[in-house]
């Protein structure tokens, strides 16, 4: 069975525990998806022997 | 000299005539505070006015100038910073109703250190709600852009950009995020600076991404910003994070000249098929005033940086709805539907798709190193297009191609120097033939402020673009 895009962000609400209108699911789902579309770009990047630090060294 | 032209001097030329008596910061502060009275109803640059405390305060200085005090750098300079600083006994609002009574109970850093250097605080400025963007309903009001009320004076750091345009402050501290205060700064014809991560300390500013946030100088000429930066800059016990690198006259080298250095235009920044040609045009033109002051001018490639806006989004607001987690639980229905919608959509970001984010981050840093080995200054526009209207970017999103077009893209000009934490500068870059700003960006090596603020007093020296006044300001 395939979700809906709201269905599948207000499953993602519950999991990660807030509460979002059903007037707004369309265009949390819409911002949410965009985003996850946006990022699968980078899985053309190779990233593999990156490590993901926050705050870079002073000097490099 | 009339009492409102003086609020149209620099924070610079209102110090040294304060410091050779030529007025007195009474008159001054009072000239800006007539500005705001007059102007402000329309253009809701503030939440809050100082009145009665920077009154208090000039009269204050005055005795000192009178008796023959020592003067900091920015004394008597009526100054207002973005409502996201905390101020002490004063009400700091973060732009969101959720705020409405948080009156902390010290001053943030910045805001300690523009006292110590003799400014005297006007007021807090107006912002998009939590120092986000896109609020649909402000609600401290809507800001405007004194170059054209119906379009948006950028975001976040709104209220420092209309304050700027319609001189109703000397200068102000903004926030940059992923282009909160170089936004503002494009849209309204003001100089604004990132600098490094670490060069400012951030405590006491309401975070959003605490590993790029920054407090912003924002003002309206390049010695200015020098000036300011100056003042707020260095080490600070209350944020682990900054640095012990020593702080340099920023003003000292300004008037050195370029010849030493080598410019490199951002190809795929310029390039994009979704830049105004306005805006490209003006870009053009500023390299080729780089050469003419003897500059090296060449193309270089940052492979990633059209992603950057993305990554940004990836990154800071899934860590700004981290932040916010609390208000996001409990009071989610005190928030704009704009900055509610955004935050829960960021909420729900998968971790490994933020690890992607951050490791991407990376990656762009080291082909912005890379970059600036080849080059001493990055240039491109602040923002691919003129300020657009209000409306326009309020809207509600129709779709992911929307949220695309409209709310990524843009956020890899300013956002790329917000994920590499080095410092970037918008400043005056001409306007467009309906009389709108254009902002050129220049950036940097890591605390190479100096040599950024250098090229751009030299550009701001050779164009005529921050001495136009924007028709709200002149009534």
């Known amino acids: 069975m395939t979700l809906s895009k709201e269905d599948r962000v207000r499953e993602l609400a519950r999991l990660v525990g807030i509460s979002i209108a059903e007037s707004e699911l369309s265009e949390v789902a819409d911002r949410f998806d965009s985003l996850i579309e946006e990022m699968a770009r980078l899985t053309q990047l190779d990233l593999s022997e990156i490590q993901p630090v926050t705050i870079f060294p002073e000097e490099e | 000299m009339a009492r409102d032209e003086l609020a149209f001097l620099s924070a610079t030329e209102i110090a040294e005539a304060i ?28 939440i809050t006015v100082l009145r009665d405390e920077a009154l208090a305060a000039a009269r204050q200085a005055e005795e000192i100038v009178q008796r023959g005090g020592a003067l900091g750098p920015l004394f008597g300079v009526p100054v207002a910073v973005k409502d996201q600083f905390w101020t002490k006994g004063i009400l700091t609002t ?13 001053d943030a850093t910045i805001v300690a250190r523009l006292k110590e250097a ?8 107006n912002l998009s709600e939590l120092a986000m963007g896109g609020t649909q309903h402000p609600p401290y009001g809507i800001p405007r852009n004194p170059w054209d009320l119906e379009r948006t004076p950028g975001e976040s750091s709104s209220g420092s950009g209309v304050a700027l345009a319609a001189h109703l402050c000397a200068a102000s501290v903004g926030e940059d995020t992923g282009g909160s205060g170089r936004g503002p700064a494009a849209c309204c014809n003001a100089v604004g600076l990132r600098p490094t991560f670490g060069r400012v300390s951030r405590y006491g500013m309401t975070p959003m991404c605490w590993f790029a946030d920054a407090a912003a100088p924002m003002t309206k000429t390049v010695r200015d910003c020098a000036l300011v930066l100056g003042a707020i800059a260095g080490y600070d016990s209350r944020d682990p994070y900054t640095s012990r690198k020593p702080v340099p006259d920023y003003t000292a080298q300004l008037a050195q000249g370029i010849r030493d250095l080598r410019f490199g235009l951002i190809r795929e920044l310029q390039e994009h098929d979704d830049m105004h040609p306005e805006v490209r045009r003006a870009i053009y033109d500023a ?11 060449r193309e270089v490639s940052i492979p990633m940086v059209a992603l950057a806006g993305a990554v940004f989004v990836g990154v800071a607001d899934t860590e700004g709805a981290g932040a916010r987690d609390e208000i996001l639980r409990s009071r989610a229905d005190e928030l704009d539907a704009a900055t509610r919608t955004r935050l829960q959509a960021a909420a729900l970001v998968p971790a490994k798709v933020y690890n992607r984010a951050m490791k991407a981050r990376v990656l762009l840093r080291q082909q912005f190193m890379r970059a600036l080995q080849e080059v001493d200054i990055l240039v491109s526009a ?7 209207k209000h ?11 929307d949220v695309r077009s409209r709310f990524f893209f843009r956020r890899s000009y300013t956002g790329c120097y917000a994920l590499t934490a080095l410092p970037a500068i918008s400043i005056p870059g001409g306007f467009t033939s309906d009389g709108l700003p254009i902002g050129l960006q220049l950036g940097a090596r890591p605390f190479a402020e100096a040599t950024l603020l250098r090229a751009a007093y030299a550009y701001e020296r050779a164009t005529p673009w921050h001495d136009r006044r924007a028709p709200a300001a002149v009534g």
């Open chain 2, 118 to 125: 003799g400014a005297i605080l006007l007021g807090k400025l």
């Open chain 2, 287 to 297: 390299l080729e005033i780089f050469k003419d002051l003897g500059a090296e001018v």
């Open chain 2, 94 to 106: 973060n732009g969101s109703r959720v705020y409405r009574d948080f009156v902390p109970s010290e």
């Open chain 2, 382 to 388: 602040t923002m691919p297009h003129p300020p657009p």
């Open chain 2, 391 to 401: 409306a326009a970017l309020t809207a509600p999103f129709k779709g992911t191609d």
């Open chain 2, 19 to 46: 410091a050779t008596k030529q007025v007195s910061p009474v008159e001054v502060v009072q000239a800006y505070l007539d500005r705001i009275e007059r102007f402000d109803d329309e253009l809701h640059a503030y």
